[in-house]
């Protein structure tokens, strides 16, 4: 027998390599066979419920990083509370309606308007189901648990009729309508946008001074030959020019400029004179807004004329105080030329391309057309000057391209009648991130009507009917027989059926006395699809229910879901579908950009589970601040990864170390176990605590650094000192089972603790732990803090013991660096105290030597005696290291003068001797 045959090194199967991208797939494939979240649900049956409501990612292509950010939180959010009382099952869903799916089909060769309606509607719906199968699989590799074979999707039937029913009950309740007032138009996508579909980019705009000719001046209120000069910024909309708007209230001047006379603002002349470049000119009138009203200009350049009117819209900041009025292409515009009856023209199609309505330009896109414009402006003189800028333009927030503004008739749901329902109830939801409740109400405060109608093709249809007088036709009985066909069939009923077969049998009404119908051909905003869920997914499952405990998505759905469901919720219900929001920020590259193909700064969730693992994916996600934008790169990961190894490592060595514990027969009492056990369970206990406060206020974050530091502490502190007991005492003596009681008791409750965060690694732990009844960590429950009678003056005295050990690992590092000592095994200590630091030590424990790692301690002299020179000094004490004396014992490596006393075992010290003669009764000698 060799001498480190005698020493219990711990021994375990547990590979210090992880080898997680090989052995989690299995794990999950494990997961599934033997049904483990199906387990949980069963076993959290009857107990209070948590839910969780998911928010449907849109199917398209496979998962980026911030999907992994966000389904990743949601399901340590989902295996905390399933770990914690509470029943808290986990139904994924997915967006699978709109104009993405089309434009993936668009980019294969598939031409929407050459297909027959429903054969292209089924190509959409193979798509849409394509995608969810990917994204289930990118999901499935992270570790989240949930329904997955059993998802919601929006294009489900059951889930369309819960839709329709939802509009059913606003269009009830009056909050649904059609009106003809300009909306978003993004001719990229060829339809009408909400306003949560609009996002903002800088453009580059030409800025125009044009000159109108006076035609009829009102019986000469101001010379006839007057120009009024407008200025705009939309060049494109001079086509459909309708008018000018001057405000009632405003003084207006007309100047003589050489040979001309122009109209502008007072308060501008002087800006429109140095813009336009007038050397000098004079005032010769000067005239109230009210007295211009219905005067009218000639168009600059087609062959009919504008009406002046009277709009209080109109500022005197900048520009020339007279507005240029397309009342199709303006919202101002339209509203403020209604009392006028001014004809609307509508001079564009879907696409933005110019149609018979603007003579000269058929076919050219808007902003291809400006150039012509401008050319007619300055052929007929009406240019009088033109410049540059950049500015704020709304764009398609799909697309990321501009929009436009188009006076078409849309469906509406009127936010208006319900606005102050929707804000108290944004005021009563619990926030976690507390400026979401101002973001929210604000933009619910701000918001026009919402416009629910789109010119596409994939999506569920607007239930509405037309009478033979073009009246719309939308009752309860007609919606909820929709909803039972659509239930039946899927909303491509809508589009295989003639009106009449889509009405209830025998239905009448009087705007078709001859029984003739048609039906509608837009389908709803698919924010209406999501926002709808709460119906579809939280009323419809018997599982779950209405409304969610929780909302969590990113920062965008603040003008997305967030914003739409509590809209349709409040509209229907009055009460909002969630308790609390919690959101997150966007995921960034290493330096602060936004991850783009085209910079090359993307990383494919699926690449970091293939090199790292899920669990380093995961464990990236518990570490960063969520709240706000969160950086990652490769280097990022990496560095996360050397945090895990030090998790895996340190469990390695408890598992090691218990490998011949049995916790029934060999735990030690809470009163019998070593001041340096007690103080190591309480600071464990507490940091339960901590942990669980983190899981409880979703700070995975905190959840992160109390395990990390933790970890650090035990593995530098109390794993460190206790090889000296583990590895050397008799396997079974008091003083080894002690420790191993901690050990144990730690490394169970550390690994339920990590569950949520770390699932894989978790259960492979789990699966070492021979003694615990449950065949998954993930079926136990949550450990708790422990009531351990340890009083505030332990923890004092520890507290200064930790503060005095700092000091001692100084004035070791100071005698290494002198090339006293080389291993602290090597060193003797002597600190000369006070007594009350003296007395404190004592208490702490009798082998200070032990805790400190040094062959020898000793208190040196009386309390007056002075430290001899060499001595480290400290405030309150001096601390003496000197070379040990002996030799080095070739069993525990301390430097023990006893050592060689024994005439068998020369090369142990008598410690040593007495152990191995206990535990090896026969053994004479060792092997070289």
Same mark, same amino acid.
């Given at each position: 027998?060799?001498?480190?045959?005698?020493?219990?090194?711990?021994?375990?199967?547990?590979?210090?390599?992880?080898?997680?991208?090989?052995?989690?797939?299995?794990?999950?494939?494990?997961?599934?066979?033997?049904?483990?979240?199906?387990?949980?649900?069963?076993?959290?049956?009857?107990?209070?419920?948590?839910?969780?409501?998911?928010?449907?990612?849109?199917?398209?292509?496979?998962?980026?990083?911030?999907?992994?950010?966000?389904?990743?939180?949601?399901?340590?959010?989902?295996?905390?509370?399933?770990?914690?009382?509470?029943?808290?099952?986990?139904?994924?869903?997915?967006?699978?309606?709109?104009?993405?799916?089309?434009?993936?089909?668009?980019?294969?060769?598939?031409?929407?308007?050459?297909?027959?309606?429903?054969?292209?509607?089924?190509?959409?719906?193979?798509?849409?189901?394509?995608?969810?199968?990917?994204?289930?699989?990118?999901?499935?590799?992270?570790?989240?648990?949930?329904?997955?074979?059993?998802?919601?999707?929006?294009?489900?039937?059951?889930?369309?009729?819960?839709?329709?029913?939802?509009?059913?009950?606003?269009?009830?309740?009056?909050?649904?309508?059609?009106?003809?007032?300009?909306?978003?138009?993004?001719?990229?996508?060829?339809?009408?946008?909400?306003?949560?579909?609009?996002?903002?980019?800088?453009?580059?705009?030409?800025?125009?001074?044009?000159?109108?000719?006076?035609?009829?001046?009102?019986?000469?209120?101001?010379?006839?030959?007057?120009?009024?000069?407008?200025?705009?910024?939309?060049?494109?909309?001079?086509?459909?020019?309708?008018?000018?708007?001057?405000?009632?209230?405003?003084?207006?001047?007309?100047?003589?400029?050489?040979?001309?006379?122009?109209?502008?603002?007072?308060?501008?002349?002087?800006?429109?004179?140095?813009?336009?470049?007038?050397?000098?000119?004079?005032?010769?009138?000067?005239?109230?807004?009210?007295?211009?009203?219905?005067?009218?200009?000639?168009?600059?350049?087609?062959?009919?004329?504008?009406?002046?009117?009277?709009?209080?819209?109109?500022?005197?900041?900048?520009?020339?105080?007279?507005?240029?009025?397309?009342?199709?292409?303006?919202?101002?515009?339209?509203?403020?030329?209604?009392?006028?009856?001014?004809?609307?023209?509508?001079?564009?199609?879907?696409?933005?391309?110019?149609?018979?309505?603007?003579?000269?330009?058929?076919?050219?896109?808007?902003?291809?057309?400006?150039?012509?414009?401008?050319?007619?402006?300055?052929?007929?003189?009406?240019?009088?000057?033109?410049?540059?800028?950049?500015?704020?333009?709304?764009?398609?927030?799909?697309?990321?391209?501009?929009?436009?503004?188009?006076?078409?008739?849309?469906?509406?749901?009127?936010?208006?009648?319900?606005?102050?329902?929707?804000?108290?109830?944004?005021?009563?939801?619990?926030?976690?991130?507390?400026?979401?409740?101002?973001?929210?109400?604000?933009?619910?405060?701000?918001?026009?009507?919402?416009?629910?109608?789109?010119?596409?093709?994939?999506?569920?249809?607007?239930?509405?009917?037309?009478?033979?007088?073009?009246?719309?036709?939308?009752?309860?009985?007609?919606?909820?027989?929709?909803?039972?066909?659509?239930?039946?069939?899927?909303?491509?009923?809508?589009?295989?059926?003639?009106?009449?077969?889509?009405?209830?049998?025998?239905?009448?009404?009087?705007?078709?006395?001859?029984?003739?119908?048609?039906?509608?051909?837009?389908?709803?905003?698919?924010?209406?699809?999501?926002?709808?869920?709460?119906?579809?997914?939280?009323?419809?499952?018997?599982?779950?229910?209405?409304?969610?405990?929780?909302?969590?998505?990113?920062?965008?759905?603040?003008?997305?879901?967030?914003?739409?469901?509590?809209?349709?919720?409040?509209?229907?219900?009055?009460?909002?579908?969630?308790?609390?929001?919690?959101?997150?920020?966007?995921?960034?590259?290493?330096?602060?950009?936004?991850?783009?193909?085209?910079?090359?700064?993307?990383?494919?969730?699926?690449?970091?589970?293939?090199?790292?693992?899920?669990?380093?994916?995961?464990?990236?996600?518990?570490?960063?601040?969520?709240?706000?934008?969160?950086?990652?790169?490769?280097?990022?990961?990496?560095?996360?990864?050397?945090?895990?190894? !030090?998790?895996?490592?340190? %469990?390695?060595? +408890?598992?090691?170390?218990? /490998?011949? &514990?049995?916790?029934?027969? @060999?735990? *030690?009492?809470?009163?019998?176990?070593?001041?340096?056990?007690?103080?190591?369970?309480?600071?464990?206990?507490?940091?339960?605590?901590?942990?669980?406060?983190?899981?409880?206020?979703?700070?995975?974050?905190?959840?992160?650094?109390?395990?990390?530091?933790?970890?650090?502490?035990?593995?530098?502190?109390?794993?460190?000192?206790?090889?000296?007991?583990?590895?050397?005492?008799?396997?079974?003596?008091?003083?080894?089972?002690?420790?191993?009681?901690?050990?144990?008791?730690?490394?169970?409750?550390?690994?339920?603790?990590?569950?949520?965060?770390?699932?894989?690694?978790?259960?492979?732990?789990?699966?070492?732990?021979?003694?615990?009844?449950?065949?998954?960590?993930?079926?136990?429950?949550?450990?708790?803090? !422990?009531?351990?009678?340890? %009083?505030?003056? +332990?923890?004092?005295?520890? /507290?200064? &013991?930790?503060?005095?050990? @700092?000091? *001692?690992?100084?004035?070791?590092?100071?005698?290494?660096?002198?090339?006293?000592?080389?291993?602290?095994?090597?060193?003797?200590?002597?600190?000369?105290?006070?007594?009350?630091?003296?007395?404190?030590?004592?208490?702490?424990?009798?082998?200070?030597?032990?805790?400190?790692?040094?062959?020898?301690?000793?208190?040196?002299?009386?309390?007056?005696?002075?430290?001899?020179?060499?001595?480290?000094?400290?405030?309150?004490?001096?601390?003496?290291?000197?070379?040990?004396?002996?030799?080095?014992?070739?069993?525990?490596?301390?430097?023990?003068?006893?050592?060689?006393?024994?005439?068998?075992?020369?090369?142990?010290?008598?410690?040593?001797?007495?152990?191995?003669?206990?535990?090896?009764?026969?053994?004479?000698?060792?092997?070289?």
């Amino acid at each position: 027998m060799k001498i480190k045959d005698t020493l219990n090194l711990g021994k375990t199967e547990f590979p210090m390599r992880a080898g997680l991208p090989t052995k989690e797939p299995i794990a999950q494939k494990k997961w599934e066979d033997e049904k483990l979240y199906e387990s949980r649900q069963k076993l959290n049956e009857g107990k209070p419920s948590f839910m969780l409501h998911d928010g449907p990612p849109y199917a398209n292509g496979n998962i980026h990083l911030g999907h992994s950010l966000n389904k990743i939180s949601k399901d340590i959010i989902i295996r905390y509370k399933s770990m914690s009382g509470f029943r808290s099952p986990y139904v994924p869903g997915w967006d699978t309606h709109g104009l993405p799916i089309e434009q993936q089909l668009a980019k294969k060769g598939i031409k929407r308007k050459e297909l027959p309606r429903t054969e292209y509607l089924e190509l959409c719906r193979q798509f849409a189901l394509d995608q969810v199968n990917t994204q289930r699989a990118d999901f499935k590799s992270l570790g989240v648990l949930g329904d997955w074979e059993n998802p919601y999707l929006t294009l489900q039937p059951e889930f369309e009729a819960a839709q329709i029913r939802v509009f059913g009950a606003m269009a009830e309740k009056g909050y649904i309508y059609r009106g003809a007032k300009p909306i978003y138009w993004s001719p990229s996508s060829e339809s009408a946008l909400a306003e949560a579909e609009i996002e903002y980019a800088d453009i580059k705009s030409p800025s125009l001074y044009v000159a109108f000719s006076v035609v009829d001046n009102k019986a000469d209120k101001i010379p006839a030959d007057t120009e009024f000069i407008v200025w705009t910024t939309t060049v494109w909309t001079f086509p459909s020019n309708r008018g000018i708007f001057v405000n009632p209230e405003v003084t207006y001047v007309i100047v003589q400029v050489a040979d001309r006379k122009f109209m502008v603002a007072k308060d501008l002349i002087e800006d429109v004179a140095a813009k336009i470049g007038w050397e000098s000119y004079e005032v010769i009138q000067e005239i109230i807004g009210q007295e211009l009203d219905e005067m009218t200009a000639k168009h600059p350049f087609y062959d009919r004329t504008s009406l002046v009117m009277l709009g209080d819209y109109v500022e005197t900041t900048s520009g020339t105080g007279l507005v240029h009025s397309s009342p199709n292409h303006g919202e101002d515009d339209y509203f403020y030329s209604r009392k006028y009856k001014i004809e609307v023209i509508e001079d564009l199609d879907n696409q933005g391309r110019f149609n018979e309505n603007a003579p000269g330009l058929e076919g050219l896109f808007y902003e291809e057309a400006i150039p012509t414009i401008q050319k007619w402006l300055e052929d007929n003189d009406r240019l009088l000057h033109i410049d540059y800028f950049m500015h704020s333009y709304p764009h398609d927030w799909r697309t990321k391209k501009p929009v436009i503004y188009r006076a078409l008739p849309q469906w509406f749901a009127s936010i208006d009648k319900f606005r102050s329902e929707i804000l108290t109830a944004v005021e009563n939801v619990s926030w976690v991130i507390p400026w979401g409740k101002t973001r929210l109400y604000n933009m619910v405060r701000d918001r026009g009507d919402w416009v629910i109608s789109r010119q596409r093709a994939w999506g569920v249809p607007l239930p509405i009917f037309y009478g033979e007088d073009g009246e719309a036709i939308i009752t309860k009985e007609t919606t909820d027989y929709i909803a039972e066909l659509f239930s039946e069939f899927g909303s491509k009923v809508w589009f295989e059926r003639e009106a009449k077969d889509l009405l209830p049998e025998g239905f009448t009404n009087e705007h078709s006395p001859n029984g003739e119908f048609t039906k509608e051909n837009d389908i709803m905003d698919v924010w209406f699809d999501s926002g709808s869920s709460w119906n579809g997914v939280l009323n419809t499952r018997p599982e779950l229910s209405y409304p969610a405990d929780l909302y969590l998505e990113g920062s965008d759905q603040y003008r997305g879901w967030f914003n739409s469901s509590i809209t349709t919720s409040i509209a229907v219900n009055g009460i909002a579908p969630y308790k609390s929001v919690l959101s997150q920020g966007f995921v960034l590259d290493g330096k602060g950009r936004k991850m783009s193909k085209s910079l090359g700064n993307t990383i494919v969730p699926s690449d970091v589970t293939k090199k790292l693992g899920a669990d380093i994916l995961r464990l990236w996600v518990a570490s960063v601040d969520y709240e706000s934008d969160v950086r990652v790169s490769m280097d990022i990961l990496q560095q996360v990864a050397e945090q895990y190894k !030090k998790i895996r490592n340190t %469990t390695r060595f +408890l598992l090691a170390n218990t /490998s011949d &514990f049995n916790p029934i027969f @060999d735990s *030690v009492e809470f009163s019998e176990l070593r001041s340096a056990d007690k103080y190591t369970l309480e600071k464990f206990s507490k940091l339960v605590d901590k942990v669980l406060k983190a899981y409880e206020s979703y700070s995975f974050m905190t959840v992160y650094k109390e395990l990390t530091n933790f970890l650090t502490d035990l593995s530098g502190f109390y794993m460190d000192f206790a090889k000296d007991v583990i590895y050397i005492e008799p396997k079974k003596s008091l003083a080894r089972r002690r420790m191993q009681t901690v050990f144990y008791q730690i490394l169970v409750d550390l690994t339920k603790l990590i569950v949520p965060i770390l699932p894989h690694t978790a259960e492979e732990i789990w699966s070492y732990l021979e003694f615990e009844k449950e065949k998954f960590a993930y079926l136990t429950e949550m450990p708790q803090a !422990k009531n351990y009678p340890v %009083t505030n003056e +332990l923890e004092e005295k520890w /507290s200064n &013991f930790m503060d005095f050990r @700092d000091k *001692v690992l100084k004035a070791l590092e100071k005698a290494r660096e002198t090339k006293l000592i080389g291993r602290s095994q090597e060193a003797y200590v002597k600190v000369y105290a006070d007594q009350p630091t003296k007395a404190m030590l004592k208490e702490i424990d009798e082998n200070l030597a032990q805790l400190l790692i040094v062959s020898g301690f000793e208190f040196a002299g009386s309390e007056n005696v002075t430290a001899p020179e060499g001595a480290i000094r400290f405030d309150g004490l001096d601390i003496l290291v000197d070379k040990a004396p002996g030799e080095v014992c070739q069993r525990c490596r301390r430097v023990d003068e006893t050592v060689g006393d024994d005439h068998k075992f020369t090369n142990l010290c008598s410690n040593c001797v007495k152990i191995v003669n206990a535990e090896y009764p026969e053994l004479d000698a060792f092997e070289d």
